[in-house]
């Protein structure tokens, strides 16, 4: 083999394993591709909607009411072990007290303005305060949302990051807009 043809293979292999390598750092603590296998987030995000979910920011600020997360759900949740991540929106913060009466997520006995929710709940929820490290979610599709009002709060250590920019179908392509 030509020392010159060997040049052009290790330039090759270099630049390949270079790429690898940056992919892998990328997806593991910059942003990472997520899929949405079930109707939970209607009508903010459909079924078979992919999106871009960054792990930055929550590095170097905090969670928000509103924002929509995805993370490794609690051991409470006793999800089937192939739905290893989950997606819900932010209702409540640690301290704060979250309660559902008459169709209406209250939050330290204010109503939340939610224009995102497909319908009102029709389950009602007793006060609950959320502990210290800890958040509640809930799906947007309120009635058909298995969420913190069914198995507690969530870890924020659990919280692989912020959803926040749809990229399929590329008909719907959108940033996600946290309230």
Request: hydrophobic share 40%; charged share 25%; no cysteine.
């Amino acid at each position: 083999m030509k020392p010159e043809t060997k040049k052009n293979i290790f330039e090759w292999v270099r630049t390949i394993v270079i790429a690898v390598v940056l992919v892998f750092l990328f997806r593991h603590f910059v942003a990472e591709a997520f899929y949405i296998p079930s109707q939970s987030m209607e009508p903010t995000l459909k079924v078979g909607d992919r999106l871009y979910v960054e792990k930055v920011s929550y590095k170097f600020g905090d969670i928000k009411r509103g924002d929509i997360v995805v993370f490794t759900p609690p051991p409470s949740a006793k999800v089937p072990a192939d739905e290893d991540h989950l997606i819900k929106r932010v209702i409540a913060l640690p301290g704060e007290t979250v309660k559902v009466e008459d169709g209406i997520v209250y939050v330290n006995d204010k109503a939340l303005d939610e224009p995102y929710e497909a319908e009102k709940p029709t389950m009602e929820y007793k006060p609950f305060t959320v502990p210290d490290g800890q958040i509640f979610v809930m799906g947007d599709n309120r009635n058909n949302s298995y969420d913190s009002r069914y198995w507690g709060t969530l870890p924020i250590e659990n919280v692989v990051g912020k959803a926040f920019v749809r990229y399929y179908p590329f008909s719907q392509m959108s940033g996600l807009y946290n309230k």
